[in-house]
Nanobody, 121 residues
Framework: QVQLVESGGGLVQAGGSLRLSCAAS????????MGWFRQAPGKDREFVAG????????YYADSVRGRFTISRDNAKNTVYLQMNSLKPEDTAVYYC??????????????WGQGTQVTVSS
């Protein structure tokens, strides 16, 4: 089992940047693929980005590709989501997750509590 705690959310103007962090504890962090999901009010949860155990392979949703970058530091047990050129439609609660497959949204079994990102126009 792995425990996940997100940080770095907040309020930012459109066009701005934020970096989310997710600190993991418990089971060996490097055994897991890691991902970021988001959920806006009244909308389904969206799989935003995923990264494999080594950091050598990544996945991005079309809605964020070219603007968001996922990365991980296995020495620090932390995964990051750098978000640039933010848009109001990026407003959501962002969740960190750990799982078996970085590309499969259904393969994530462990979840953080979420961090709010609000982008003002």
């Amino acid at each position: 089992q792995v425990q996940l705690v997100e940080s770095g959310g907040g309020l930012v103007q459109a066009g701005g940047s934020l970096r989310l962090s997710c600190a993991a504890s418990g089971h060996t962090f490097s055994h897991y693929a890691m991902g970021w999901f988001r959920q806006a009010p009244g909308k389904d949860r969206e799989f935003v980005a995923g990264i494999n155990w080594s950091g050598g392979a990544t996945y991005y949703a079309d809605s964020v590709r070219g603007r968001f970058t996922i990365s991980r530091d296995n020495a620090k047990n932390t995964v990051y989501l750098q978000m640039n050129s933010l848009k109001p439609e990026d407003t959501a609660v962002y969740y960190c997750a750990a799982g078996r497959s970085y590309r499969d949204a259904n393969a994530y079994a462990y979840w953080g509590q979420g961090t709010q990102v609000t982008v003002s126009s």
